[in-house]
């Protein structure tokens, strides 16, 4: 079983306080830069790759969508996402999306929020979701960005009196296993660089339409810590297509 912290009770309540659970995607500090990345759903077979609470199966529905997938480890997740996100055309599935096994040249669209730096080998699940994707498919996904999750810790260096100094940035190229701190319990994430997230797509025979380090939008700003957010990037959003 790969690890499943949101299964976590304490985990999980703390996950569902921050705004993203509490207000769905208007809560997301990078939605309005995502939403226009995504593809046209209308009439469209839809997988989400890491779920979670189903907001962005539901979006994919409500914009003409035949079918939607959503994937996802964690049982409280999908619990949730039935609750909040479900729909006659909304299937959720508890799986690692390392293990899933689905039908070849199926899916229109591949979605993931936020997933894809739980997941060791990027390459390999890369090469499944080209295998589920029909030709001309699009592939739209975010994560956490390589300078955010270079050194591992995921805070800031912070000076005597408590205010912040810089984030650090460190170990750049060594790419694999971190042992980050996230809603103040310890989770195993993955680091890789830019290079690898871009070129591992361009390898497996995808084409590239965008790339954004998505900053916070204005509306945000006053947010406790929004502001800091523009010190450096947190996360890198990307879209391609299946050639």
Same mark, same amino acid.
């Given at each position: ?14 996950? *569902? +306080? ?9 809560? !997301? =500090? @990078?939605?309005?830069?995502? #939403? ?21 199966c ?15 480890? *964690? +049982? ?9 996100? !479900? =729909? @006659?055309?909304?299937?959720? #599935? ?54 955010f ?5 995921q ?12 984030f ?21 994430k ?25 900053e ?14 523009m ?13």
């Amino acid at each position: 079983m790969k690890e499943n912290k949101y299964d976590d009770e304490k985990f999980f309540q703390k996950y *569902s +306080e921050m705004s993203r659970s509490r207000y769905g995607l208007s809560g !997301a =500090g @990078e939605w309005e830069r995502f #939403r226009e990345m995504m593809p046209d759903f209308q009439g469209k077979r839809v997988l989400d790759l890491g779920c979670g609470y189903g907001w962005h199966c539901a979006y994919a529905a409500e914009k003409g969508a035949v079918s939607v997938l959503g994937i996802d480890l *964690s +049982e409280k997740m999908l619990e949730t996402a039935r609750e909040k996100n !479900a =729909g @006659e055309i909304i299937e959720y #599935r508890r799986c690692a999306m390392e293990d899933l096994v689905l039908e070849e040249d199926f899916f229109d669209v591949v979605l993931s929020s936020l997933a894809f730096h739980y997941v060791k080998d990027f390459p390999d699940l890369v090469s499944r979701i080209k295998g589920w994707l029909c030709s001309g498919g699009a592939f739209v996904f975010s994560v956490e960005h390589p300078v955010f999750t270079a050194y591992g810790n995921q805070d800031w260096y912070y000076g005597p009196d408590g205010s912040i100094l810089h984030f650090p940035v460190d170990n750049y190229y060594y790419e694999g296993k971190r042992e980050a701190v996230f809603l103040g319990e310890k989770v195993t994430k993955y680091h890789r660089t830019l290079t690898t997230y871009l070129d591992t797509l361009l390898q497996m025979g995808f084409s590239i339409k965008r790339v954004v380090e998505p900053e916070p939008p204005q509306r945000m700003m006053e947010w406790p810590g929004m502001k800091d957010e523009m010190r450096r990037p947190m996360m890198l959003l990307i879209s391609a297509v299946k050639e």
